[in-house]
C-alpha cells in the first residue's frame, strides 16, 4: 500500500465501497490511516450508510483516484442522473463481498477486524488488507485545480454536514471551511477557467448557499 502513496500514520482520502443489505452498492469519500503494515483504520460518522454497510457486511473496498469527478459524484449523489451512482461504474471484487469503482487508480480489498467507538459522533473502523490491485496507468502533469476541486469537495461533505446540524460551535467551523473553499475556487478559476473543475466549484458554492440557508431555518 505504501507504493499507492500511503505513509505510516497519515490520513489518505479514499473512496470506500460497500454492499448494503439490499445488495445495493454504496461509495462516499473517508480519509484512511496506515497503522500497520496490513491494516488501516477507518474513522467514520455512526449516521453514514457506509458505517451500517460495514457493520452488516463485515468487508470492503478502499479506492484510490486522483479524479475530482469521482469524488464528486459520489460525495454528493444528487448531482447523478436520478440521484444515484450510475451501476456501470461498479464491479464486483475478487476476495470480499464489496463492489469496487471500475475507474479507481487501485483497489484494496479489507475486512473489518474491529469497530471501536471513537468519539459522540464517530467510530473508529479497523480493517485488515485482503487483496490489492493498481492498474498500470501512465503518469499525469499535475495540475492545482483537480486537487483544489477535491479538496473543496472534501471539505464540502463537512461544511453539509456542520450547517444542517446546528450548534454554534459546528457553525464557526463550517465558515472555517468555507473560506477554504473559498481558496480552492479561487485556484480552479485562475488555472483552469471554463474547465470540469470550475465547474465543479461552481456547483459547489451553490449547494452551499441552500445548505446555509436551510441551516438558518432550522435554528
Known sequence: MFDL?????????????????????????MGAIIEETRFMVLRIYTSSLTYKNLQAKKCAVVN????????YRTAFKEVNPD??????????????????????????????????HYDS?????????????????????????????????????????????????????ALQLLEKISDCQEIANHVAPSSRYSEIMKDLTQRIEVWRAKGESLR
Open 83 to 116: 440521484g444515484r451512482i450510475p451501476q456501470e461504474l461498479f464491479e464486483k471484487a475478487e476476495t470480499v463481498e464489496a463492489p469496487r469503482l471500475r475507474t479507481a487508480d487501485a483497489h484494496i480489498e479489507v475486512t473489518v477486524v474491529e469497530i471501536a
Open 5 to 29: 502513496g500511503f505513509s505510516m500514520g497519515v490520513i489518505v482520502e479514499t473512496l470506500v465501497s460497500t454492499y448494503g443489505l439490499d445488495g445495493q452498492p454504496n461509495v462516499a469519500p
Open 121 to 173: 459522533e464517530k467510530a473508529e473502523v479497523t480493517c485488515e488488507a485482503k487483496l490489492v490491485r493498481a492498474s498500470n496507468l501512465l503518469p499525469k502533469a499535475y495540475c492545482r485545480a483537480s486537487f483544489a476541486a477535491i479538496e473543496a469537495v472534501i471539505h464540502a461533505t463537512r461544511v453539509k454536514y456542520f450547517l444542517l446540524h446546528g450548534g454554534r460551535e459546528k457553525h464557526e467551523k
Open 64 to 71: 484510490v483516484t486522483s479524479d475530482p469527478e469521482l469524488f
